[in-house]
């Protein structure tokens, strides 16, 4: 705590240094200077640049408490790239966006936002979030950027500490490596979404702190500082669109703020005016028992006992020498092993801090009593309580698997755990014996309930999607036409155009209509009556991709919704006819510019970096936020569609292979891709998963960095993929040999030695080496420190089997199939 003291106490730089601006307001004609802020309305927060040490030259663009006596610096803008001099500059620029200037003139850092609006103005508001927006437009929902979804080590009243899922974004505070470094350290405070949501402090990737799940009246770890208080309210939401977790100041007058401190402690402090000080209100890692899992597997952590940790009622220790001698991790069992075939039961544990629910399953509509039916019936079911304890308590969270990091709390609440038969008190809830094997009731009754709750889903998006479509007069209603082959009368539950009304719209399938072709057929601009533009996908006599993939392309992309992916308003099935209908993206696709010396002037580096994102974000989407994990198997640049405003869209799921419950990797003898974006595991043995999605998509950010295809790219010095290429310049850096002279003006240097660690990383020749694409947008959109990527794959390149005459693909880079794995 001192050390942040020292951190925050710089307040002796600031009469010399900086000389206060009336305004609240940066304007693309009036920049702000070092030695220059901008202070917010009510005079709460004050922008400008500092220094940490006053012993080094390193300045940063912060933004701190005005009326605090001590310099508290809330929020960083370039906290991992500093200016060496006094020099810098923040500039609006006329693409509203915020970007930081060295003495140099060169961009160190930049806002990225999207959109674009008449009269771009950075403004600092008296909540501490500034914000990029049209000058005339006060609504929040207008925002292009706000510090608030983008802060450093601080938590302000009115932050959305959490995830977005509309927009793929997420929002989480990290520390500081020292008192005089603000760069980023190793601790995270977030909302894990995974499960019934709750929020961590994490090491790394290892969890030091959980507060468990919210319970309707607070966070079950059950702090003091967590009850009504006079000081803030807080609430946790949690719904289909975002969850996240916010409190407000019930006394604005009062100054509150929470922090992850250098050493790994959420602490809450309040300012004390009297004493004019910081007072700490609130810490956690509160004692011992809040330190994840320290006691493991169905023990009980209580500091009111010695030792500390004990088995539940029940249980026994693993390893009893081991536990006597206070060694704790190897956690506890059950006395009696269970044996669903003979029934088991529930035995009530109160004043509980939830275990760990990240691997749990909860359904808020449900009574407890159907809850424990759920999970008698289900043999991997452990445990079940009430997601809601308020009035008689309601919902349902299961658990499935080891039972984790719980602790004796105030205010605890109930858990019911699975054990044997024989060990259920007289009276107690047994299970019944039942004619059929339980497992297969249990099973079949999640199915079921899965399925009931799909159907809800679905319902929402075609209520949704019905206000997009055409009118009935144009189109058929799903309830009077299903999508049916003689050969096949599965329901994929699409809208489905009538013949006539697509050739009308494409003019007959005119040849000037033609907006190009594909392994699957030509694809069409159409114009509907009502005036909407659509793309149509038509299979060819002569594809060689066929029903199967039609259909495959409608089930994965029909089941998903999201920024990034482009969306199928519907489909054609008449006589021989078999066409998708698409939204039409009228910038076609990103090969289309990024190969080409001309048109790839067009997409300068914000842009690229756009397209980089939003594709990482759709990926991740397929991968971990859709209902079932989707695998593209085919993402390349010519599958990236660009809308007007050169937003990317991943399309083409003709190839996509969809993966149920526990599945992550399979393998095929029927290898589709295209040479030059296929991970090795995939092309040589048929093995795919979430990871050879990634090492295409790391061939995609090379290939938008450098500007040259990975496929045919070759060098004077050496014969190496473009993957082997861009290591070996990494490994000297030698980073701006790589940039595209087409952008290197319009970019920002930091963002683009990023973009290439990144690519760099997914495409490292083995599948366990490679980051998830959660990862990958974190790195992306980060600052923090990244592994050193090893070998890509392919890396002894020109004897590897795709340059070999034994196989071929077009010169094109039509997707390919290879009917045997080699």
């Excluded at 080094?56 to 960083?76: A, E, M, P, Q």
């Excluded at 914000?131 to 292009?144: H, R, S």
């Excluded at 922090?259 to 209100?281: H, L």
């Excluded at 003019?507 to 114009?527: M, R």
Aim: glycine letters at 8%; charged letters at 20%; aromatic letters at 10%.
């Amino acid at each position: 705590m001192k050390s942040l003291y020292r951190f925050c106490c710089f307040c002796f730089l600031l009469p010399t240094l900086i000389v206060s601006d009336s305004t609240d307001t940066i304007t693309t004609n009036q920049p702000l200077a070092d030695g220059k802020t901008i202070i917010s309305s009510g005079g709460a927060f004050e922008l400008g640049f500092f220094k940490p040490d006053v012993n080094s030259n390193r300045t940063y663009l912060g933004l701190w408490y005005k009326k605090v006596s001590k310099l508290t610096v809330v929020w960083i803008a370039n906290r991992d790239v500093p200016i060496n001099d006094t020099n810098g500059l923040l500039k609006v620029t006329d693409q509203a966006n915020l970007a930081l200037f060295n003495g140099e003139g060169t961009a160190i850092w930049s806002s990225n936002a999207t959109g674009s609006v008449k009269n771009p103005v950075a403004q600092l508001l008296d909540s501490g979030n500034l914000v990029v927006k049209d000058a005339a437009d006060d609504n929040p929902e207008n925002y292009l950027w706000q510090s608030f979804e983008h802060p450093t080590d601080t938590l302000l009243p009115g932050m959305k500490l959490g995830e977005n899922f509309v927009k793929g974004t997420e929002v989480y505070i990290q520390s500081i490596k020292s008192n005089v470094d603000p760069s980023r350290g190793n601790f995270i405070f977030r909302v894990d979404p995974d499960g019934f949501p709750q929020k961590f402090l994490m090491n790394g990737s290892t969890p030091r702190f959980r507060t468990g799940p919210w319970n309707g009246l607070r966070l079950s770890w059950g702090s003091p500082g967590l009850q009504p208080n006079p000081v803030y309210t807080y609430e946790f939401v949690n719904n289909p669109q975002e969850v996240y977790y916010r409190y407000d100041l019930i006394n604005t007058s009062v100054y509150s703020r929470l922090i992850v401190s250098t050493d790994g402690i959420i602490q809450r402090f309040t300012w004390n005016y009297k004493t004019q000080d910081w007072a700490v209100y609130l810490n956690a890692p509160a004692d011992t028992c809040d330190i994840y899992g320290l006691c493991n597997n169905y023990s009980i952590c209580s500091t009111a006992s010695s030792p500390i940790c004990s088995c539940l009622d029940k249980f026994v220790p693993k390893s009893p020498s081991e536990w006597q001698a206070t060694d704790w991790s190897n956690g506890c069992q059950r006395r009696v092993p269970l044996d669903c075939q003979k029934g088991d039961g529930f035995i009530k544990y109160s004043g509980i801090k939830l275990p760990d629910t990240r691997w749990s399953w909860y359904n808020r509509s449900m009574t407890l009593k159907e809850c424990e039916a759920i999970c008698l019936k289900n043999c991997s079911c452990t445990a079940y309580a009430n997601t809601d304890i308020t009035g008689k308590g309601s919902g349902c969270v299961l658990w499935f698997g080891d039972l984790i990091d719980m602790t004796r709390v105030n205010g605890g609440q109930d858990i019911y755990i699975r054990m044997a038969a024989s060990e259920i008190p007289s009276g107690a809830n047994k299970a019944k014996i039942l004619g059929i094997s339980l497992p297969l009731v249990g099973a079949f009754l999640l199915l079921v309930l899965s399925l009931i709750l799909c159907a809800q889903k679905k319902k929402r998006r075609q209520r949704k999607l019905a206000e997009q479509l055409p009118s009935k007069g144009k189109m058929e209603s799903r309830s009077e036409q299903r999508l049916n082959t003689e050969s096949d009368k599965e329901d994929l539950d699409l809208p489905l155009f009538d013949l006539k009304t697509i050739e009308q719209a494409t003019n007959n399938f005119s040849i000037d209509n033609k907006l190009g072709a594909g392994g699957f057929g030509p694809v069409y601009k159409g114009t509907l009556e009502e005036g909407q533009e659509i793309a149509v996908k038509r299979l060819s006599e002569y594809s060689i991709q066929g029903l199967d993939e039609f259909k495959n392309e409608v089930k994965c992309i029909a089941e998903v919704q999201h920024r990034n992916l482009v969306k199928l308003l519907g489909c054609c099935i008449e006589g021989e006819e078999k066409m998708l209908i698409y939204e039409f993206m009228p910038n076609k696709s990103l090969d289309f510019f990024l190969f080409d010396n001309d048109r790839s002037r067009l997409l300068d580096w914000p842009k690229r970096f756009q397209i980089i994102i939003g594709i990482a974000r759709g990926l991740l989407y397929l991968h971990q936020d859709s209902r079932l994990t989707i695998i593209h198997r085919d993402l390349k640049a010519g599958n990236i569609l660009l809308d007007s405003e050169m937003k990317p869209k991943i399309s083409d799921f003709g190839m996509a292979r969809i993966f149920g419950g526990t599945e992550t990797e399979a393998r095929t003898k029927r290898v589709v891709g295209t040479y030059g974006y296929m991970s090795p595991e995939y092309a040589v043995n048929g093995v795919f998963s979430t990871k050879s999605d990634v090492f295409s998509f790391g061939v995609f950010v090379l290939e938008i960095v450098t500007g040259k295809k990975n496929r045919g790219f070759t060098h004077p010095d050496h014969y190496h993929s473009l993957l082997g290429h861009a290591w070996l310049l990494f490994k000297d850096s030698r980073f701006q040999e790589l940039i595209d002279d087409h952008f290197s003006q319009s970019c920002f240097l930091s963002e683009v030695i990023r973009s290439i660690h990144v690519g760099l990383l997914c495409v490292q020749q083995y599948p366990d080496d490679r980051p998830s694409m959660s990862s990958v947008v974190l790195m992306l959109v980060g600052d923090g420190a990244l592994p050193f990527p090893k070998e890509p794959g392919y890396f002894t390149e020109r004897n590897c089997f795709f340059e070999t005459d034994k196989i071929f693909s077009s010169g094109n880079q039509l997707t390919i199939t290879l009917l045997d794995a080699r």
